[in-house]
Nanobody
Framework: QLQLVESGGGLVQPGGSLRLTCVAS????????IAWFRQAPGKEREGLSC????????KYAEHAKGRFTISRDNAKKEVTLEITSLKPEDTADYFC?????????????????????????WGQGTRVTVSS
């Protein structure tokens, strides 16, 4: 069974950058599109970005365009999310998850949002705190 482990979170000042990593343990990432979500305190989990198995198809939620960059290295069994120009409102727990549809990233093309139910094998999350 695919297990995902996130890392890279921490305390960052506003305007700073972070690189989050999602690593597959015990199995390969090759067959799964992988997405990043986040959940801020008191808020629902929201999808940020998804990358296909090959890395050639990348989708971003509307609110994640511009400051978030997803990439993957299947040889290293990892997917990364780089966040720039961090804002206090980026404070959240960040999670990666695998698409239940295998290689595909499913996004609502009208609203540009991801559904949590289209993903499974959630990692435990890594906390990002943006504060001066």
């Amino acid at each position: 069974q695919l297990q995902l482990v996130e890392s890279g979170g921490g305390l960052v000042q506003p305007g700073g950058s972070l690189r989050l990593t999602c690593v597959a343990s015990r199995s390969t990432l090759d067959y799964f599109a992988i997405a990043w979500f986040r959940q801020a305190p008191g808020k629902e989990r929201e999808g940020l970005s998804c990358i296909s198995t090959s890395g050639r198809v990348i989708k971003y939620a509307e609110h994640a365009k511009g400051r978030f960059t997803i990439s993957r290295d299947n040889a290293k069994k990892e997917v990364t999310l780089e966040i720039t120009s961090l804002k206090p409102e980026d404070t959240a727990d960040y999670f990666c998850a695998a698409s239940v549809w295998g290689a595909m990233c499913v996004i609502d093309e009208d609203t540009r949002t991801f559904k949590s139910t289209d993903f499974n094998s959630w990692g435990q999350g890594t906390r990002v705190t943006v504060s001066s």
